[in-house]
């Protein structure tokens, strides 16, 4: 098999994986009502439990950074996705509490090492390709939450059970996943496997700090769509029970067009330039979401932001693995981990700000932080973050960075 074959293929297999990820937690996170309704989950305990799948993950990522010096990144992920895939129909399955607590557990857990394991091999895969398409593995996330999330509203709208619900994605998805992951590529050589086992080097978290710092900041303003947009349009802005559902799938829809066609941006303009436009205008987006006069300027705003934020966290794991190009997989997985301190900063933060004094102010804090972006811009890298043409290699010459697929062949 060539090289160029192999990249393709392991391009395509880890873009489904990505896809498969976007369907699952779609899946899940639009049915947490259900999911409380079905274990009576009281309203004071379920914030434990959505805060503790977050935090078995950040647990979950630092463990995989030990792991994938051992096993590899395409055997990590191998693994990880089809019990993400049977957690998430352990959710549907029980009866008790403590069947949803063990399974959103593994759930946790499994997703953590797969979100790790999946970019470690995008940011790899990058470096192979010598052009930037990291954004159109994040797009292929996009599309599976658009298609989970619709799912999910189906089987609410016929009032199906949550196991019945979740049991068709798990049967077509869990083969055709397991099935692509034999072809991912795992970039793996002797020179690249010595600097991994001495992780980032003196001094070297210090610098990865500005990109963490923007990661998480970046997954506050996401979790602040995904957990505030319905209740902000219906309460703040007076608009419709139904027209309150749209801002997310509207966000999800620009999310996927501006991660489809991103890469094209950062190969003609470079990294800190699509980095930086991509901030201003989400900041632009809160700005709209919290001056608006009424619903369909507040759909505007959360347009804006689907615009915007959806180039920065691909990018922030783009910038890592230059940072660290022979301890990426180090870099990801440490990175990995603010994906899910935004997370859990971001609901309660909104929250207590709307609660304590205005759900229009509260907005401002989330853009006040994506502007943290601008002021660590630089961290995104110079010239070599263009991946434009004239940074491309011949293909004998990635088959250097690629080493090996997943499964050995």
């Known amino acids: 098999m060539t090289a160029d074959v192999r990249l393709r293929r392991g391009r395509g297999s880890?873009?489904?994986?990505?896809?498969?990820?976007?369907?699952?937690?779609?899946?899940?996170?639009?049915?947490?009502?259900?999911?409380?309704?079905?274990?009576g989950i009281s309203d004071g305990l379920l914030p434990a439990f959505l805060a503790a799948v977050p935090i078995l993950a950040g647990a979950s990522s630092v463990a995989t950074e030990h792991l994938v010096k051992r096993v590899g990144a395409a055997t990590v992920l191998r693994w990880a996705q089809p019990l993400v895939l049977l957690a998430l129909l352990g959710v549907g399955a029980g009866t008790q509490m403590w069947h949803a607590a063990l399974a959103l557990g593994a759930f946790g857990l499994s997703v953590g090492a797969l979100d790790a394991s999946m970019n470690m091999l995008g940011v790899s895969l990058q470096r192979a390709y010598g052009r930037s398409i990291m954004l159109g593995f994040h797009a292929a996330y996009s599309l599976g939450g658009?298609?989970?999330?619709?799912?999910?509203?189906?089987?609410?709208?016929?009032?199906?059970?949550?196991?019945?619900?979740?049991?068709?994605?798990?049967?077509?998805?869990?083969?055709?996943?397991?099935?692509?992951?034999?072809?991912y590529v795992d970039r793996q050589d002797a020179e690249d496997t010595a600097a991994a086992e001495k992780g980032l080097?003196?001094?070297?978290?210090?610098?990865l700090l500005p990109l963490c710092l923007v990661m998480a900041c970046a997954y506050i303003g996401d979790s602040t769509v995904s957990n505030w947009s319905a209740k902000y349009l219906q309460d703040v802005l007076g608009s419709s029970e139904q027209l309150a559902t749209v801002p997310y799938n509207v966000y999800m829809v620009t999310t996927l067009i501006g991660r489809a066609v991103g890469d094209l941006g950062v190969r003609?303009?470079?990294?800190?330039a699509v980095v930086r436009i991509g901030t201003v205008v989400?900041?632009?987006?809160?700005?709209?979401?919290?001056?608006?006069?009424?619903?369909?300027?507040?759909?505007?705003?959360?347009?804006?932001?689907?615009?915007?934020?959806?180039?920065?966290?691909?990018?922030?794991?783009?910038a890592a693995g230059r940072l660290f190009p022979g301890a990426s997989d180090t870099a990801i997985a440490r990175l990995n981990i603010f994906n899910y301190v935004g997370f859990l900063i971001g609901s309660p933060l909104v929250g207590g700000i709307g609660d304590a004094w205005s759900y229009r102010g509260a907005m401002l804090v989330p853009m006040a932080l994506v502007l943290v972006t601008l002021f660590q811009a630089r961290s995104f890298g110079a010239e070599g973050a263009r991946y434009g043409v004239g940074h491309e290699r011949r293909a004998g010459?990635?088959?250097v960075d690629v080493g090996r697929s997943g499964n050995g062949v």
């Open 14 to 39: 880890l873009g489904f994986s990505f896809f498969v990820q976007g369907v699952t937690f779609a899946l899940l996170v639009t049915r947490i009502p259900a999911i409380q309704d079905r274990y």
């Open 146 to 183: 658009i298609v989970g999330a619709s799912a999910a509203w189906a089987g609410a709208h016929w009032h199906l059970s949550l196991f019945t619900s979740y049991l068709p994605a798990v049967v077509v998805l869990l083969p055709l996943a397991f099935h692509g992951s034999r072809f």
């Open 201 to 207: 080097g003196a001094g070297g978290f210090r610098l």
């Open 268 to 272: 003609r303009f470079g990294a800190v």
């Open 282 to 318: 989400a900041a632009g987006g809160f700005a709209v979401v919290a001056a608006a006069p009424g619903a369909w300027s507040g759909m505007l705003g959360f347009t804006m932001l689907g615009i915007g934020l959806c180039v920065i966290v691909p990018q922030t794991f783009a």
């Open 397 to 399: 010459d990635r088959a």
